[in-house]
């Protein structure tokens, strides 16, 4: 017999701690009470005795046997304790495991001496805040085991089968609570009880779950994902309710290069010339992601494909002339951006989908459209605007600025204070830009090293500068003729005699007579606001092709097209009348022809004598006719 050992007599196993003269200090490994001395004659011999000669657990005489030496193998198996390896715990059950063990460490080196583990337990107990017999349970656990792994906590098994009454109240919570009705807790507890526990006539019965019991179960087995989605709906879910876990604009630019596009309407009412009310403008911008410069804008009456045409020419404008045209006067450096960025990010807007906007890769440009409602990975645009209308509309309340009430009852009607034309309000757009590039500071950008030693001022246009620089950046040189005649819109032309057939309108190029006579068809690139002319694409190359119908020219597709449907439709309602003349001039020349009799005997001799004497009888003197007349 040494320390540590296991010893088993009939159903009792006890653990050695120590071995002292004729005593043995044990724990009963399967009660789990504290260590006690015995005899070493009477464990042999079965029968443990205390110290004091008061018999204990281990002394009934019914379990008087014969005591031998057990292993841990069938301690666990005598106490259905499967002691789990360390490594196939989680983090929180090897955070409590080792918080536990730290808390009885103190007490191991003095388990023989009673006085002195009584006091160690009660100053634990009150240093940790828990019971005496809270530490008691754990050093007698370890001591049973000596293994740090069975002060482990068990995981906590959640796959119990539903009673009845949770069953329905999930049925309930399915069925009452988790709608886009959004009825309240307590509105699907009296469903619940309406459909489940009434009878016939509708009486409630004498048992059934309380209220408290009901929003017990909603709230252990409540997901907040699934309560958003059900009752909110799933896009308003990804709008507001979504954890924002993206990492935004460092997924996309880790450079200059990447512009992020989007549109919104300025929240102020503008009017005309004339002084009548016009509405809200449309803005349109493209932000650099990694400066946050502002590399062109677009502002106009409308959307869609029409307002990014705008918005690409001006990327590739000159802005020291165009602020010009406003009356500003700018440096170079303020905003030196004449050039593409090689990559679009984009929302799912459907200007942006379009066939027309995709048409842009030709010039090397990447488009990325973003999933729906993930503002956040388009996030420098949204703050621009969110910027550029906080800095105009505290200087331009009462000039027709919409404040947050807006659409609330009984408000002030904003359109009444409108005041300002659309150049007007350009120019303070345009003085905003300015200070948003070259005067705001940027406080949070990822100053690199090299900046810092570079001393970049922390303003859009300087970081836009030394970005420019730097490997990476991705900036792409286009003309403004190849620009807009990529973003034009197309079609499919067809080669006729007749000329280029586009839109219904013929259109004739020199040097294509074999492709006129040969027919075939190719892509053409057209004006909507201008018939006169469209532009045949081959290999890359636009060719142009000049209107042969000149009552067209400088005329819209849209006037054309009204031109000749009214013309279709005056020729449509002409159609019965067409008939009806056909069928009266057939009668006419039937009759004629049927009133004049059959010559049988044609004579066929001197043909030249009969038509000049015929010419000579039908001859008319027309001067001497217009005579009369007078």
């Not at 995981?155 to 949770?166: A, F, N």
């Not at 919570?173 to 309240?184: E, I």
């Not at 003085?431 to 030693?453: G, L, Q």
């Not at 201008?530 to 190359?541: A, H, K, P």
Request: hydrophobic fraction near 35%.
């Amino acid at each position: 017999m040494k320390k540590h050992d296991l010893l088993q007599s009939g159903d009792n196993i006890v653990r050695v701690l120590d071995i002292q003269d004729d005593r043995i200090l044990v724990i009963d490994c399967i009660k789990h009470s504290m260590p006690v001395w015995v005899d070493i004659e009477s464990l042999k011999s079965g029968m443990m005795k205390c110290e004091s000669s008061k018999a204990c657990s281990q002394c009934s005489d019914e379990e008087l046997s014969e005591v031998f030496i057990c292993t841990d193998d069938e301690l666990f198996e005598s106490t259905s304790i499967d002691i789990a390896d360390i490594d196939s715990l989680d983090a929180d059950q090897r955070k409590v495991m080792y918080e536990r063990y730290t808390m009885i460490t103190p007490i191991l080196p003095f388990i023989a001496d009673d006085k002195m583990r009584s006091k160690l337990i009660c100053s634990i107990a009150e240093d940790h805040h828990v019971s005496k017999q809270t530490v008691r349970n754990y050093l007698c656990l370890y001591l049973s085991y000596l293994d740090v792994s069975v002060l482990a906590p068990k995981k906590r098994k959640d796959d119990r089968e539903l009673t009845q009454d949770e069953k329905r109240m999930r049925w309930a919570l399915n069925k009452f609570f988790y709608t886009t009705k959004k009825q309240s807790l307590m509105t699907a507890y009296t469903m619940m009880l309406k459909e489940k526990y009434c009878d016939a006539m509708g009486v409630l019965a004498e048992e059934y779950p309380s209220f408290y019991q009901f929003r017990y179960f909603y709230r252990k087995t409540r997901k907040m994902q699934n309560f958003y989605i059900s009752r909110d709906g799933l896009k308003n879910y990804q709008r507001n309710n979504r954890p924002l876990i993206g990492e935004g604009v460092q997924e996309f630019a880790p450079a200059v290069g990447v512009g992020m596009l989007d549109a919104t309407v300025c929240d102020i009412y503008l009017i005309n010339d004339e002084g009548n009310l016009v509405g809200r403008p449309i803005l349109t911008a493209c932000i650099d992601a990694y400066s946050s410069l502002c590399c062109g804008y677009s502002l106009s009456w409308e959307g869609g494909v029409y307002s990014l045409r705008g918005l690409m020419m001006n990327i590739i404008a000159d802005k020291v002339a165009w602020c010009k045209r406003y009356g500003i006067s700018i440096n170079k450096e303020d905003w030196d951006c004449d050039r593409l960025p090689g990559t679009f990010v984009t929302d799912m807007g459907s200007e942006y989908k379009s066939e027309n906007f995709e048409q842009i890769a030709e010039l090397g440009v990447t488009v990325v459209n973003l999933p729906s409602y993930r503002p956040e990975l388009k996030g420098l645009v949204e703050k621009f605007f969110d910027l550029i209308q906080e800095m105009y509309k505290k200087h331009l309340k009462g000039k027709g600025v919409i404040e947050s009430d807006y659409q609330e009852r009984g408000v002030h009607d904003y359109r009444k204070d409108a005041c300002l034309t659309m150049m007007d309000f350009e120019k303070i757009i345009l003085h905003c830009m300015i200070y948003y590039n070259s005067k705001r500071i940027i406080e949070n950008f990822p100053y690199t090293k090299a900046m810092i030693n570079t001393q970049v001022k922390p303003y859009a246009s300087c970081i836009w500068e030394w970005g420019k620089s730097q490997i990476g950046a991705n900036l792409i040189s286009v003309d403004s003729r190849e620009l807009i005649l990529t973003l034009l819109p197309r079609t499919i032309g067809k080669f006729g005699r007749t000329g280029l057939k586009v839109n219904k309108l013929r259109y004739h190029c020199e040097g294509y007579t074999e492709q006129y006579l040969s027919g075939g068809t190719v892509m053409v690139a057209y004006n909507p606001e201008n018939v006169t002319s469209v532009w045949v694409i081959e290999n890359g190359i636009y060719t142009e092709f000049i209107l042969i119908e000149s009552r067209f020219q400088g005329k819209d597709l849209v006037g054309v097209q009204e031109i000749q449907n009214g013309q279709r439709i005056i020729s449509k309602n002409e159609v019965r009348n067409n008939l009806q003349a056909q069928i009266d001039l057939a009668q006419h020349i039937e009759t004629i022809a049927g009133s004049v009799g059959i010559h049988k005997d044609v004579h066929m001799k001197n043909i030249r004598h009969t038509r000049r004497k015929e010419q000579s009888r039908c001859h008319q003197d027309y001067m001497k006719e217009g005579a009369k007349h007078d």
